[in-house]
């Protein structure tokens, strides 16, 4: 079954400029999927995938029998697993220089680490990031019904520009469970299809190996990849915490350079995104260590090996905090932190465009801790709103306007 990517549209809508398109993303987050639904689409579209030796081959050493078989006569080009071209962006550089034709090409975050293909492509190629489902996309392949109320509450919602969002009770408790199923076991999507809890498991964990075996190893030729496996494991415990690289140097074994450089490789495979605070003043706030948070929330339970539900976790709030910046980060928005060397602190800090910013607190339960946070931020920026995220609300903070449910964000 095919579940509609967000993606989908925005690709559409360049499939008649002249630039190849890249669609990136780690292993098993729908890239095959989404072009063979492209492909339906499209009359003259032939498509060809680099795990199949033999076209590879033909590829990399004979191009000119590659282009009269696959791009002659077609108008569409599509390549799958693009990473395993040797040569690539030079070779692609030639067939978009002498034949006209539309190249669209997948691959994982290989494309976007070496210099085989982007050095050559410079002008050439349009980069998209397919990242796993997000609330939404997994909304849709859970239940259909509940998909469509949550969109009606979604638009409301969408420009951050409504008051307080009234959802009636029955609503809130079966979009908050789906919410939590998306917190536990991520948006992969053979994950999300998969309805067995336990074989969800099983497939994150296989999802986490194979990084290893075809990622790790295959791009970075790490023999002593345990020390990358200690760093990861080190991140999963830290995420919405500050980085604090002595003890991540220490954790791992990495030196210091070696520790930016893989903290760099994570993010470019689409495990993790290191968001750098937001500040003015450099004598009073933090302007130096990020915070880390996970690109798919079930992962990072994977490598923590806790799958408990919401209620039994000591890091549930942070949990909550790593859902939020998950669907921050796969709906491009540009966000930071907020932290002033008193240790007040605001989770979010989105800038929307047109000079508009906005601040959100993520919380369990609405009360009135934190406020002395909230007050130091709004006196510092006065002309910011601040919005509040609760997964069960309380009877406090009511005459506050701009609360929102978790999974509205």
Partial sequence: MY?????????????????????????????????N???????GAVAVSFEDQSVLKMFEKNIDDFINIYVKGNKYLFIDEFQYAKSGG?????????????IIITGSSAIDLTIRAVKYLVGRVLIFNLYTFDFEEFLSAKDKNYFKIYKQYKRQVSEF???????GETAHKKLLGYYEEYLLFGGYPRVVMENNYELKKELLRNIYNTYFLREVRDILGLIDDY???????GLALQIGGLIEYEELSRLSGFSYPSLKKYLNFLEKTFICRLVKP??????????????????????????????????????KGALLENGLAEGFIKHDYKFNFWRDKKKNEIDFVLALGGGRTIAIESKSYLDDSGSASVNAFNKRYPNTDIYFSYQNAANKLTDKKRIYPVYLF
């Fill in 227 to 233: 020390k990358l496996g200690a760093l990861i494991n």
């Fill in 90 to 102: 030079k070779i692609l550089k030639y067939i978009f220089d002498t034949q006209k034709i539309k």
């Fill in 161 to 167: 520009n409504s008051a307080d969002i009234k959802i």
């Fill in 278 to 315: 937001f500040f003015r003043n450099k004598r009073t706030e933090i302007v130096k260590n990020p915070k880390v948070y996970f690109l798919d929330s079930g992962l990072r339970n994977a490598i923590a090996d806790d799958f408990r539900k919401l209620n039994e976790r000591i890091d």
């Fill in 37 to 43: 639904h492209l492909m339906g689409k499209l009359n």
């Fill in 3 to 35: 579940i509609k990517r967000n993606l989908e549209g925005r690709i559409s809508d360049f499939l008649s400029a002249p630039e190849i398109i890249a669609i990136v993303g780690a292993r098993q987050s729908g890239k095959t999927t989404l072009i």
